[in-house]
């Protein structure tokens, strides 16, 4: 239960062996955000729910999603203000819940930005074969997929060119960022423009379709919500639960605001940027996925929407005769990924360095570059171990196991905002969380809720996954952190 002060925390990133350059304004953090948020979500999972659980209602479940974000994005700015320093989540329990609590997080974290960039690069690489298939640049199947070959090759190359870029430094990866996101940014422009001349108000005809019971699923327990297995509910599609579930689901799409808390140590005047960074690019995103939402649902009927494929989007555009801006909309998405993969992996980067500069990792990985100013050892290992995964092993399925992560993540954050404002009332906060009772009450009782509405499965991988992480905790860090060391030698 030892914690590690904020003043101590804000200290060590002056150490100039672990100083990482401070190079990011307001408006790079909104570009970061908007970056790593928009990406497989708005493109995939817009069909797959609005065909398996919510219909046309698809606009409220990521209404709904966003709202639990908002809610954590409140307290996450608060702490960000207060906190300024590299690792998001994992420096904001350690400095209120103690080091076990931040060393879970810290290690849930490794499993939100590790596979979900991992998945993120498979996904642009089957974004990349639709597009060359049929050219002369067309891969075989055996080097273009981990399922049905031996190796996916472009999400190798796509890993270990990211990784290059954000050893290269912080600042370069934001240019390039700009620039892509404006492009996904006209790319979605493009979907809700050319798409409102096709809707049709007989495809929102119900707008929230009538309760049915869901197709039936083997292996009960596992394929089935938490949330129905402990209160012996039917499991059902559409109807409000059908909702709330697809909110479970399209949470996937909001996965990566969080990574702007994770630059505070390297943005200008953190406690006036971070959240202004935080809380504008998730207002931006919300406000499209729910008006894309629509557009699609509006072109097309949900019953009609094949929640199996990897294009909903430019599905829609085919069904009513206009293919190029469905190949338009892949080009878009292929780009697009590519700057989630490494918003992702910075990510993951930046908490590793954080636990490795309190001592729960090895400590020299945790050095910086001489020249970039970056984490460059974790960063290498960090590409090699996402490059590995996306190239040799499939991750369909790992969307939920992603999800769950995440909104334990915003859990413990919510509480900790409070419990900070109780033992520390004395610290400056640059951005104060309003009614902040109420708000982090209402966002740990809406993630905890989705997190219900998640699988068995997902649950019992997640549960595995921290169970090897407190055993990881307890045969190195628990003797090995700074403050274990300190104790230790405190007692002589």
Sequence with gaps: MRTKSVERSIADTEEPEHRLKKNLTAIDLTVFGVGVIIGAGIFVLTGTVAASNSGPAIALSFAVAGLACALAALCYAEFASTVPVAGSAYTFSYATAGELVAWIIGWDLVLEFTVGSAALAASFSGYLSSLLDGTALALPTQLSSSTDGVVDLPAVVISLLVMAVLIGGIKLSSRINQVVVAIKLAVVAIVIIMGIGYISADNYSPFIPPSQPAPDAEGGFLHTPLVSSIFGLDPAVYGVAGVIAGASIVFFAFIGFDVVATTAEETIDPQRNVPIGILSSLAIVTGLYIAVSLV?????????????????LSDAFAAVGRDWIGDLIAVGACIGLTVVVMILMMGQTRVAFAMARDGLFPKGLATVHPKFGTPYRITLITGTAVALMSGFVPFTTLGELVNIGTLFAFILVSIGVVVLRRTRPDLPRAFRTPA?????????????????????ETWLRFGIWMVIGVVVYFAYGVRRSNLAREEAAARG
């Design 296 to 312: 699609i649902t509006g072109m097309q009927s949900y019953e009609d929407i094949d929640p199996d494929s990897a294009a909903p």
């Design 436 to 456: 902040v009772g109420f708000v982090a009450t209402a966002s740990v009782l809406l993630c905890g809720y989705l997190m219900l509405n998640l699988t068995g």
